[in-house]
């Protein structure tokens, strides 16, 4: 999942996209509205947070910009404008729900989760991917195997469902790092490998038939036959 967050308090912004990152998005941050407009025109997220105040744009013209420009991703407003007037505003101008600060983490997670099953077809084709025995539920960020819920941190389970969704292709070290980490990590990092290792470990139990498997020098293979 990929999300937009735009806030220009630097201790928020950087708390918000530590912990939207634990939780398995990949988060663009900006710290204005301008970094935002940018972000949004050189690529797609499934979802946006928008801090009202900002030092260049308040957030609601910022939204109505997006908008124009095609983005139709669900907007959380996050803002210190509590008012029920400011509410109504951001709802009625782009926000698809508006949180005050000061916030839970958790309020936030499950405000965010709601947008987008709510933005989402209806229907378990679209919440579900299934490889062989490999099932992800992508709403309750769930695998399991043979039907055996596998222990994955938020990031493995982004690297699987990356590996999914391409199953039967080969992906590179490079295609990973780009989707899964964004591009802040150097490509010569072996984190690719470390994350990859421990996925298999968890997916390719005992006596039952890897899925995984490792193209040397090349990147990775989920198989799907
Ligand atoms: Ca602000």
Redo the contacts with the bound molecule.
């Keep these: 999942m990929r999300l937009l967050l735009v ?3 630097p201790d ?1 912004r950087r708390f918000l996209q530590t912990s939207l990152e634990e939780a398995g998005y990949q988060v663009g941050a900006a710290a204005d509205a301008k970094t935002a407009e940018n972000l949004a025109t050189e690529g797609t997220f499934d979802i946006l947070i928008v ?5 260049d744009k308040d ?1 609601i013209s910022l939204i109505l910009r997006l908008r124009q420009m095609g983005v139709s991703a669900p907007v959380l407003i996050l ?2 404008r509590r008012s029920v007037d400011d509410r109504v505003r951001g709802l009625e101008q782009g926000g698809d729900d508006y949180l005050t600060k000061p916030f839970a983490l958790a309020e936030l997670l499950a405000r965010l989760r709601n947008l987008l099953k709510r933005n989402r077809p209806s229907g378990n084709e679209s919440t579900r991917l299934r490889v062989l025995d490999l099932e992800l539920d992508l709403l309750r960020r769930e695998a399991s195997r043979s039907g055996q819920v596998l222990q994955l941190t938020p990031q493995e389970f982004v690297l699987l469902e990356y590996l999914c969704r391409n199953a039967g292709r080969v992906v590179t070290r490079s295609m990973i790092l780009d989707m899964v980490w964004g591009m802040r990590i150097q490509p010569d990092t072996n984190v690719v490998d470390v994350h990859i290792y421990r996925l298999r470990g968890k997916v390719d139990g005992k006596g039952q038939q890897p899925l995984i498997r490792t193209l040397r020098g090349v990147g990775y293979v989920l198989k799907d036959r």
């Design positions: 806030e220009d308090e928020i801090d009202l105040g900002l030092p957030g803002s210190a």
